[in-house]
């Protein structure tokens, strides 16, 4: 194996860990989303005023409070996800994923790495994950 074709391997080997880090945030972010959101759904449920009326007849008042604590609790979590720009950071980290595996797909096609320009794009990938990471997702 001549040396340009050792690089280009060596190159994508190190692209196929970064796509694979990528996967396993998103991976994670997805899971940590779907889960609040199922929170909200289930709590939205059960602190639904026809069914607190319906327990008001039945249970002592003092059991009630419940709902009213589930019901800050569903709020929190609401100004959480909005706040903390956890859906904005899913699409970027899903855009990230399928841009990178296209980069992924032009190393693997081409003839030589200068040709598809891999040392800037792979810098910008790297900036662009570091965002994801690291930065404010709260902002527009």
């Not at 604590?69 to 899903?94: P, Q, W």
Request: proline share 1%.
């Amino acid at each position: 194996m001549d040396t340009l074709q050792q690089e280009k391997k060596e190159a994508v080997d190190r692209l196929v860990i970064k796509y694979n880090d990528i996967e396993a945030f998103l991976a994670k972010l997805a899971s940590r989303a779907k889960l609040l959101e199922l929170m909200v759904l289930i709590l939205s449920v059960l602190t639904s005023g026809s069914l607190w009326l319906l327990l008001s007849k039945k249970i002592p008042e003092t059991t009630l409070w419940f709902g009213a604590v589930a019901s800050t609790i569903v709020s929190g979590i609401t100004l959480y996800i909005k706040g903390s720009g956890l859906n904005r950071t899913r699409v970027k980290a899903l855009s990230l994923y399928q841009d990178f595996g296209q980069f992924l797909a032009e190393v693997r096609d081409a003839e030589s790495l200068h040709e598809i320009g891999y040392w800037s794009k792979t810098k910008m990938f790297d900036s662009r994950i570091a965002d994801l990471r690291y930065g404010r997702q709260d902002d527009t």
